[in-house]
């Protein structure tokens, strides 16, 4: 049986297991249905690494069904060892609260909340979990799962060799007493999760098959893991993750962060992140081919995902410093704008005095000895705080220190510097 939704997935590549294809497809094609995916709040911000189930879900939500969204208040004390080598560092109470606080406002970016038919609906598996005791949690469901089920899982096969504490060798039964709550108590008929989460998926499967006398419809699939072209990680850069949270990564990071999509990546990103039509992304992908210089299909995934995650209000900021560095007009930025702009570049320390531009140059090391920077000089190479500087004898002094604390120094058309005073 085909299904719209399912034909969009595919062609999409955001479908990689399914636990009945067929049945999945009915299921959509004749309910409304509500399904979940959960997010463990390890951090005050996710990534966006995390974001794809987090859109695929949204796609359904398009299509009429109702997203439950699940934040782990509960399993984000413990720790799911997917895809890792080693235990986790438990965070405590307090920090597991802020964390969960800071991630629902970015989910608010993401998902319509207000919509009375199929809105989006949060919860927090510690509002079920905090009020089990120890003998509830052993009795009622330790029961339902063997050993033997569990160790053939490859997210605990794996680590045992290197060690796996008990706390995280229940966490896929854990997580899939969530699936049985969210079927019991908001009708969730499927899961979705990143490919390393099938284990848990399919365990929470188990769970309400073995604690429900009618027969069970539940089902979930998992999204393939994102990958580059050129075989490095998805969603890092030399700085680190790229965060949601403007704090830790700026409106104009995040939106360079996808402006310099290969193009041998750019159309499945395309695919994988945005909202755009079928119809738009092939035209994008045509012109790829035959105007790549031009990096449209680049600048329409920066626009979007900006625009998604930040706002307007961010994206107007992404475009605005991206034009004053490449047109080099920096008085067009404001101070913050700067700090924004120029957090990743070089930058130096040196004494809060006035000095000479050539010996600042060469203290900086913009310039590799005073020969070379009266050169720069004089040859029109150096810009401070966006203003061409040719006279040798020019004072870096209070007019050039911005918030009294850095100047921005350019030398040639892409090198920029900041000086910071101390």
Request: glycine residues 8%; aromatic residues 10%; charged residues 25%.
């Amino acid at each position: 049986m085909t299904n719209a939704l399912i034909e969009d997935l595919q062609w999409r590549g955001l479908l990689y297991q399914q636990t009945d294809a067929e049945g999945m497809a009915k299921l959509l094609t004749d309910e409304k249905v509500s399904l979940y995916v959960g997010v463990d709040p390890t951090a005050d911000s996710m990534h966006i690494g995390h974001i794809v189930p987090m859109l695929t879900l949204r796609r359904f939500q398009q299509a009429g069904h109702q997203p439950i969204l699940l934040v782990g208040g509960a399993t984000g004390m413990i720790g799911d060892p997917s895809g890792r080598s080693t235990e986790r560092n438990l965070l405590t109470s307090e920090q597991i609260e802020y964390n969960v606080n800071c991630i629902k406002g970015q989910l608010g970016r993401i998902f319509d909340f207000n919509n009375d038919a199929n809105g989006a609906q949060l919860v927090n598996n510690y509002d079920w979990f905090g009020k089990m005791t120890t003998i509830e949690f052993l009795r009622d469901f330790g029961k339902l799962i063997n050993i033997n089920y569990m160790l053939s899982k490859d997210t605990i096969s794996s680590r045992l060799e290197s060690g796996l504490s008990f706390t995280e060798f229940a966490y896929t039964l854990i997580q899939g007493m969530d699936f049985n709550h969210l079927y019991d108590n908001h009708n969730v008929r499927i899961q979705v999760g990143g490919s390393d989460q099938w284990g848990n998926i399919t365990t929470g499967l188990e769970v309400i098959r073995k604690t429900h006398d009618e027969e069970a419809k539940a089902f979930g699939f998992t999204i393939p893991l994102v990958t580059k072209s050129d075989g490095t990680k998805f969603g890092k850069t030399a700085g680190g993750a790229i965060w949601l949270d403007a704090e830790k990564t700026s409106p104009y990071e995040f939106y360079q962060f996808w402006l310099n999509t290969a193009d041998a990546d750019v159309v499945k990103y395309l695919k994988i992140f945005t909202f755009l039509s079928r119809e738009t992304i092939e035209n994008l992908e045509e012109k790829v081919a035959t105007e790549a210089h031009l990096r449209e299909a680049q600048k329409t995934l920066a626009t979007e995902m900006t625009k998604l995650i930040h706002g307007e209000e961010g994206l107007e900021q992404a475009l605005k410093i991206t034009a004053a560095l490449f047109s080099g007009d920096l008085k067009a930025l404001s101070v913050e704008e700067m700090k924004v702009a120029f957090s990743g570049v070089p930058s130096v320390e040196v004494a809060k005095e006035d000095a000479n531009i050539v010996d600042l140059l060469v203290e900086a090391k913009i310039s590799s000895s005073k020969r070379q920077a009266r050169e720069d000089v004089t040859n029109g190479a150096i810009s401070v705080n966006g203003e061409k500087v040719k006279e040798l004898e020019y004072t870096i002094d209070a007019k050039d220190r911005l918030e009294d604390a850095f100047t921005i120094i350019r030398r040639g058309k892409k090198k920029y510097f900041m000086v910071k005073f101390a």
